[in-house]
């Protein structure tokens, strides 16, 4: 079954880390790069980061650079999403999807990406 499938999410305090995990099944993962998008209540879909096939590049948002750290295991078939230092201003439900390139500066944009998650729920509060 062609799906990913997003985990980790969770409730933290500012200042605090969290662990998400994108697992593809029903495809080639290592043909694709994997992007990891945000939404907040009542705001557009953002570009977080995204990370190519070969985890030779990445991408980052200029809010999260120096924060996040994407990941990837091939071999498992599955990107991760490392953020520290959370702030307030990163609770969103996080998304990751498809694509088939990406690059530092890459503009991430949602119609270019062709599969998604469901997505997973971070919620930063004291």
């Known amino acids: 079954q062609l799906q990913l499938v997003e985990s980790g999410g969770g409730l933290v305090q500012p200042g605090g880390s969290l662990t998400l995990s994108c697992a593809a099944s029903?495809?080639?993962?290592?043909?694709?790069?994997i992007g990891w998008f945000r939404q907040a209540p009542g705001k557009e879909r953002e570009g977080v980061s995204c990370i190519s096939a070969s985890a030779g590049s990445t991408n980052y948002v200029d809010s999260v650079k120096g924060r996040f750290t994407i990941s990837r295991d091939n071999a498992k078939s599955t990107v991760y999403l490392q953020m520290d230092n959370l702030k307030p201003e990163d609770t969103a439900v996080y998304y990751c999807?498809?694509?088939?390139?990406?690059?530092?500066?890459?503009?991430?944009?949602?119609?270019?990406?062709?599969?998604w998650g469901q997505g997973t729920q971070v919620t930063v509060s004291s």
């Open positions: 999807a498809r694509d088939i390139v990406c690059y530092s500066g890459y503009e991430m944009k949602t119609h270019e990406f062709d599969l």
């Open positions: 029903g495809f080639t993962f290592d043909y694709y790069a």
